[in-house]
């Protein structure tokens, strides 16, 4: 195996620091890389990272407005605490089940069961109507309710009102058997476990001090207003300054505003290649910290996999990624 | 003088008013009065199908009762004294009868059960019995069953309220309008005519001045021309073999003076002049009296039969035809030379002033036919038929037996017109001899695609005359559709322009009584004409009162009559669709009260300041007042369109308009975006759209996919597309809310990058986000109903439903049969693929079983089982299965069958701006751009969409919808809204947008999805309705190898359903003759179509044919076998040939050596 990297390295050392990290939120910049990285993380995000989500449905009683498919449609696009997902075996090449998807380690059980009794209430079947075989995979609203009552302080049960299924009038019943698997986002967008992630370019603002001073408060305060965003503040004394820079969205609006009042390069603004804020928003299937570890990790696989490639084309792991054999 | 810009004063407005803010929104305007509330009201009142239903509501009240009570007496022939008279007749509630009981019905049960929705026609009767005719009375006679337009009086839906619409199974907001007959639901179109009893004044085809007149009464309809031709003038009508000088018609009528005749027509010498070349050859045919007259007329008279002989064929033709509708009493002819004399006069204007022509495509002109008036037709001829059968059936009895004749009552024979109406509208023909009248396609399904399709048929009004006229005329947008026809809505093509559609505020007018009102004009001064000579009739300054086309009278003051006429209407003395049209220029007044005239409600305005102010909203508002107190009150009034021509109309009470001066402003418009109609109201923002472009989403808002009812998973239409997601539109308008749009909404609200992609996006294609499809954009439902009929032979003969055959194991014997449920049936909610058996019907092999008497057993039926034929790979379900029994009493079994498909590559989509595209590929989302918000859209369409089509609408509901999804607040873009707040102004959508962190112009900072970088423009990106059309791929792909042939031709079929082979047509054959490859056209054309081989004889070029037991070749005309060739040809060649030698025409083939 020869690389042409003879010579000079293109190896760079990627920094991230995090600026925010909640269960499903996260905030973090990726620096000393390029955009080829950046956007690679962020589509694996969306599209590998595996999770868990109801793929088969089978319907015993349905006397609800909704039909069939549109109940199983509505099952699968309910997002299941997927933490476990990564060690999960895809049912398609679990050989402890001949791939019927049925065993512990490609699948998980969930029954449900719901009647409107008489009264004149309408029942709302919610995804806390779903009965899960593996207490580890769970609709994310019970998740967070058992949380919650596990640190006990000011849990409401009522709060948490789930995700919607359908609404039952007086007699009508609903009773099903549904299946999770565990998929990825590029097989369909109920196994995506990003809600959102997208990144931006660092701005770099440079404002021309000297310029700034040629103008009157009046032209720096409908100068610092003509951005869409909060960008520049004006202090009283008359002092613009970059208040947040992240709040520019590269609208060049403050640049046409400089140009229409005559004064081009009162301001500079250079979008950094290296540096880029992502911004990651998941479903609750997994939390936005193993969203990202988890999406590192396929993408390592996956260059692992092309690494691999010349000696037997064996992907290992990855190969059910790309979805070979 | 210099007129201000239009924006001028709106921009003088905006400085005034302050940037609308929620308090200012919800405070009560104070001026200019917020008239827009009236609107509700009036569809509250009138319904959005009130002209269907008024109209029939009027001929089952009132109609019905004059139809009877016209021809309530029927006599026995021979002896008078034998009769029956209808006193009484009413329509009574929907009802069936079974087994002697009568039933009431709901018209969802008959739409489930394919029945028709009728109700009994009920009379009084009083009929003679027996040899002493004694008089006897019966009530409650069934006459008939009536079929019943739905929501009309007769109707059980007839002012429900929500709650009980739903328990009959009924959606609230279904307009009805329709009727059900044999459970399909049919609409009677509005048809369009020119209006009867009037004189229109033309150029016929060679440039003829002529004035027709088409006169329709009771008795008879006419219609009679008068001609200019060649500076005489003469009458034609179709009694006559050739024109008759209009003046020796004259003389007929006894008008034997010349001067009479100059006065009657009007003392102007340039009148004279004009007639003087008639008069002259009169007198050259020494025609002077009555007598000679009408012995000139009676030679050309086309059919020397007809008429009355004692008194002259042309006599009685000119009291029965000519002008048939102004009446002859006591043989007096004076009213029909007065009105002569009129049409004479007027085409004498005509001449001497061109501008004097009569339109007929002025809607003025027009008169609109509805469902009661078509179905008054038929039922009068119907009620007739019944009567004159039952005088046969009498006569004939009475012929046979002297004895005791029978009653009437037993003779009258309800199944005539039962069976009658319903044929009429479940097939469309109007067939009626005796009225002359065959119409075809009157009635049509109503389409339940989508809500809107439903609606616009409703509004629907088609043209009389024939579609394959090329002339422009009738098709252009007259000036006179304004607000009372949509400008918008037509269909494309042959029909374009000649089909049109109802406005939102129309009102089509039904008949009035004439009577009282022709008294109260003689009491309002109009004088008899009878007392008047002809000189005082056209007397300076004084007006003729024309009266529904009569000519009532003269007034000396007609600005105040009409004025008098018009204060009683506003107080309700008189109805208020009575029109009053002062014609200067023909110095007439015209008094309306027929029916079929378009109106619309205008609000009443006293030198420019509406009569309706603040405090009248307020009480409306309040519930306090309804539409019809606003009409009571005189604030608001109908005006019909010749009646707008003496009005001046303003469209906004506080804009001044160009230089028209204030004071002589008369009404003001209700609101600006009723000049649309019910589907053009649906585009949101169309006047900044081209204007065809707003047509074409007139056609494909019917195409549509969305929610069809509330009721629509209980209906059973053979064919339900439905949208699994339907969404109510960001970007509104008034229109949708007062219909109902945004409850049955038929879209959904898709993030819309404006930019290239991919390429798979040229000529409209759009690109779709894979993720988007898969959490439900674009998915929709396709139900289709299977029926089988469980057949009935007689005798107890019948097919018989089997369960499916199953061998020891329980496992089946067919795997076609798994959909099955034990009854034979297939079970709700089972998958069914293609090749399925649904029902599992079996037949009996033989019918005819009259004399055996043992009962049938399994060996004594073959199957017939209803296989579904489906697509191969894709997953549909039985949803429901209905069991009912038909109208003949056979079982009907019902298999709805479901099938949820999601977009795939070449289905169609549209916006609400005719921009409609076909899924060009299907993206995954991480390849899509995305935003550093996180925001990535639901579809691209490429910008080149844009440039030639100039939807600018669909711009600003683009920016629209993405302000409004920012603040929260549905935005408005009700057609020419701006200016009344009824449309969100671009200015202060920019301004939210901007609240909201957005550029102003709606475009938005995207990077690359696939690689990351940012992209190199700002793309125009936010939500737009799009519409999915029931277009879909899956219902049209189609391809073949080889496959099926006709029987007779042994060519491959032709089209889809028969699996058709793809047809390499004549272009198609030039481009490879063109191009030179002469063995593919060998082998498209010979080969791979009918080859065959002839068997053909040398010597006499015949055909013969081959013998396989002999293995020789045998020409039957040569008798041997000797020149036999073989050759091969296409199987219709050789047909051909022997086609023609079966007409005595042979065709020889010479053989060469290839």
């Known amino acids: 195996m020869d690389r042409p990297a003879a010579g000079s390295s293109y190896q760079r050392f990627p920094r991230v620091r995090i600026r925010e990290l909640k269960d499903d939120y996260a905030k973090f910049e990726l620096r000393d890389t390029d955009a080829s990285i950046a956007n690679a993380l962020r589509r694996v995000m969306i599209a590998e990272v595996p999770t868990v989500a109801i793929d088969l449905v089978e319907i015993e009683v349905n006397s609800s407005v909704l039909n069939d498919e549109f109940i199983a449609h509505r099952l699968g696009l309910i997002p299941l605490t997927s933490a476990a997902a990564m060690q999960m ?155 947040d820079a992240e709040a520019y969205t590269y609208d060049d609006e403050v640049i046409k505003k400089a140009e229409a009042m005559g004064k081009p390069g009162l301001v500079e603004i250079n979008a950094k290649e290296d540096s880029f804020i992502f911004t990651v928003e998941t479903t609750g299937a997994i939390t936005a910290y193993e969203l990202i570890m988890n999406a590192i990790t396929v993408l390592r696989q996956k260059l692992d996999a092309i690494g691999l490639q010349d000696d037997d084309g064996d992907l290992g792991e990855l190969g059910a990624h790309l979805g070979g054999p | 003088m210099t007129v201000p810009p239009p924006g001028d004063d709106a921009a003088k407005k905006d400085k005034d008013v302050p940037p609308p803010s929620y308090r200012s929104l919800a405070a009560p305007v104070a001026n200019p009065v917020d008239k827009f509330a009236l609107l509700p009201a009036f569809l509250k009142v009138r319904g959005l199908v009130k002209e269907h239903i008024d109209s029939f509501n009027y001929f089952i009240t009132r109609g019905i009762r004059n139809i009877i009570q016209a021809n309530n007496r029927i006599e026995a022939r021979n002896d008078p004294n034998i009769y029956l ?134 008795e008879i309809k006419s219609k009679t021309v008068i001609t200019l031709d060649k500076e005489k003038i003469y009458l034609q009508l179709n009694q006559f073999t050739k024109p008759i000088p209009i003046i020796v018609v004259m003389k007929a009528m006894g008008m034997e003076s010349d001067q009479e005749v100059v006065q009657m027509v009007g003392r102007d010498p340039r009148y004279g002049d004009l007639l003087f070349p008639s008069i002259q050859e009169c007198a050259s045919e020494r025609i002077y009296t009555q007598q000679q007259a009408l012995q000139y007329m009676d030679e050309k008279v086309t059919y020397p039969g007809a008429g009355n002989q004692k008194e002259g064929r042309s006599k009685s033709i000119l009291r029965d035809v000519f002008i048939a509708h102004v009446p002859v009493k006591n043989g007096n002819f004076r009213q029909k030379c007065i009105y ?132 422009s005329g009738p098709r252009a947008l007259q000036p006179s559709q304004w607000g009372m026809l949509c400008p918008c809505d037509t269909p494309e093509g042959e029909a374009c322009g000649l089909t049109k559609n109802l406005a939102l505020l129309t009102h089509v007018t039904t008949d009035q009584e004439e009577g009282p009102l022709m008294n109260l004009c003689k009491s309002l001064g109009v004088e008899d004409l009878s007392l008047l000579s002809g000189e005082e009739i056209h007397a300076p300054g004084s007006f003729l009162v024309m009266f529904n086309g009569l000519i009532l009278g003269k007034h000396r003051q007609p600005q105040t009559f009409a004025n008098a006429m018009r204060n009683l209407r506003r107080s309700g003395k008189i109805g208020e669709f009575v029109s009053i049209f002062v014609n200067e220029k023909q110095h007439c007044i015209h008094i309306a009260s027929d029916g079929g005239r378009v109106c619309r409600p205008l609000i009443i305005a006293d030198k420019g300041i509406s009569r309706v102010k603040e405090h009248h909203m307020k009480e409306l508002r309040d519930g306090v007042r309804s539409f019809d107190d606003f009409l009571r009150d005189g604030l608001i009034e109908y005006l019909d369109v010749n009646e707008e021509n003496n009005a001046l109309i303003a469209l906004y009470e506080h804009v001044d308009q160009d230089d028209v001066e204030r004071s002589s402003i008369t009404h003001i418009e209700i609101e600006p975006l009723s000049i649309l109609g019910v589907v053009s109201g649906l585009i949101p923002y169309p006047h900044h759209n081209q204007s065809p472009r707003n047509t074409y989403q007139c056609a494909m808002g019917k195409q549509a996919m969305g929610n069809i009812a509330y009721n629509q998973l209980f209906r059973a239409d053979s064919l339900l597309y439905l949208l699994v997601y339907a969404q109510r539109p960001l970007l509104t308008t008034k229109t949708i809310e007062l219909v109902g749009y945004d409850k049955l909404g038929a879209g959904q609200n898709a993030t819309v990058a404006v930019m290239g992609y991919s390429g798979y996006d040229i000529e409209d294609a759009i690109v779709m986000n894979k993720s988007s499809l898969d959490r ?219 609240k909201h962190g957005f550029s102003y112009n709606g475009k938005d900072f995207l990077y690359s999805g696939i690689l990351g970088h940012p992209l190199e423009a700002y793309i125009f990106m936010g939500p737009i309705y799009y519409q999915k059309l029931k277009h879909m791929v899956l219902d049209k792909m189609h391809a073949r190898a080889s496959g099926p042939r006709v029987l007779l031709t042994r060519q491959p079929t032709e089209g889809r359903s028969r699996d058709g082979g793809l047809r390499l047509g004549e272009m198609e054959r030039d481009c490879l003759i063109a191009y030179g490859a002469s063995m593919l056209i060998f082998e498209r054309l010979l080969l791979s179509s009918d080859p065959y081989q002839v068997q053909v004889c040398r010597k006499c070029g015949l055909l013969g044919y081959y013998n396989y037991k002999l293995k020789t070749s045998y020409c039957s005309m040569c008798k041997n076998g000797e020149n036999m060739a073989k050759m091969r040809l296409p199987y219709a060649c050789k047909l051909l040939f022997q086609e023609l030698q079966s007409m005595n025409v042979v065709p020889r083939l010479k053989l060469t050596e290839g």
């Open chain 2, 85 to 218: 008279r209808y006193t009484n007749v009413h329509v009574g509630t929907p009802s069936v009868q079974v087994d002697y009981k009568v039933e009431e019905i709901t018209p969802h049960f008959c739409r489930l059960t394919d029945r028709t929705y009728s109700a009994p026609i009920k009379v009084d009767i009083e009929y003679t019995v027996g040899k002493q005719h004694e008089l006897q009375f019966k009530r409650n006679v069934l006459i008939g069953y009536m079929p019943i337009m739905l929501r009309s009086y007769a109707c059980i839906l007839h002012g429900k309220d929500e709650a009980e619409l739903a328990r009959l199974g009924e959606c609230p907001l279904d307009p009805g309008g329709y009727f059900i007959v044999k459970g399909t639901e049919k609409v009677i179109l509005i048809q369009e005519q020119l209006s009867k009893n009037r004189i229109i004044i033309d150029t016929d085809s060679k440039g003829r001045v002529i004035a027709s007149v088409t006169s329709s009464t009771h």
């Open chain 2, 776 to 994: 439900g954009f674009g998915r929709c439902i396709a139900m289709k109903k299977y029926t089988v009929i469980k057949e009935y032979y007689g005798e107890g003969v019948s097919d018989r439903i089997a369960k499916p055959q199953r061998d020891k194991d329980g496992a089946l014997v067919k795997q076609n049969m798994r959909a099955l449920d034990e009854d034979g049936i297939a079970a709700p909610g089972q998958i069914i693929r293609n090749h399925d058996v649904y029902v599992n019907k079996q037949s009996p092999k033989v019918i005819d079983r009259r004399g055996a008497g043992a009962p049938l057993m399994d060996r004594d039926y073959k199957d017939s089982p209803a296989i579904y034929k489906g697509v191969d790979g894709e997953t549909t379900v039985v949803d429901r299965v209905m069991l009912c029994s038909d109208t003949n009493e056979k079982l009907s079994i019902k298999c709805i069958i479901r099938h949820t498909r999601r977009p795939e590559v070449g289905d169609k989509f549209s916006s609400r701006h005719g921009q409609k595209g076909v899924c060009g590929t299907i993206v995954q989302q991480e390849d899509f751009p995305f935003s550093e918000r996180g925001i990535c859209p639901d579809l691209i369409m490429n910008p080149h969409g844009f440039p030639s089509r100039m939807t600018i609408g669909k711009m600003i509901e683009l920016i629209g919808g993405k302000a409004g999804v920012s603040c929260g607040r549905f935005h408005y873009g009700s057609a020419f809204g701006e200016p009344s707040g009824n449309a969100d102004k671009v200015e202060d959508i920019s301004n939210t947008l901007i």
């Open chain 2, 340 to 471: 002569t004399g009129v049409m004479l006069r007027r085409m004498m204007d005509a001449i001497l002033n061109a501008n004097t022509f009569d339109d007929k495509d002025y809607v003025g002109n027009k008169r609109l036919e509805l469902s009661g008036q078509l179905i008054s037709l038929l039922f009068e001829d119907l009620f007739k038929t019944m009567n004159s059968q039952a005088v046969e059936l009498m006569n004939k009895n009475s012929d046979k037996t002297r004895s005791s004749p029978s009653d009437f009552s037993q003779l009258i024979k309800h199944e005539s017109i039962t069976s009658g109406l319903e044929r009429a509208i479940s097939t469309g023909n109007w067939d009626i001899k005796r009225f002359r009248m065959h119409r075809k396609g009157v009635s049509q399904v109503l389409s339940r695609l989508s809500y809107m399709a439903s609606l616009g048929y409703m509004t629907r009004i088609t043209p009389q005359f024939e579609k394959t006229r090329k002339t």
């Open chain 1, 89 to 243: 075996r895809f049912s398609r090449d679990c050989d402890a089940c001949d791939g019927d998807g049925s065993c512990e380690y490609c699948s998980v059980e969930f029954n449900l069961s719901a009647r409107a009794t008489d009264s004149d209430q309408t029942l709302e079947v919610t995804s806390n109507d779903l009965r899960s075989a593996d207490p580890k995979v769970c609709p994310v609203d019970q998740a967070r309710a058992y949380q919650l009552a596990l640190s006990g302080n000011d849990y409401d049960p009522n709060a948490e009102r789930g995700i919607l299924i359908v609404k039952l009038r007086r007699g009508q019943e609903l009773r099903l058997r549904a299946i999770a698997r565990k998929g990825i986002g590029k097989d369909h967008a109920k196994w995506s476990p990003a809600a959102t992630v997208t990144f931006m370019y660092e701005p770099d603002i440079l404002i021309n001090e000297e310029l700034m001073d040629t103008l009157t408060f009046d032209e720096k305060r409908s100068w610092v207003e003509s951005s869409p965003t909060k960008v520049f503040d004006l202090s009283a004394n008359g002092k613009v300054t970059v208040c």
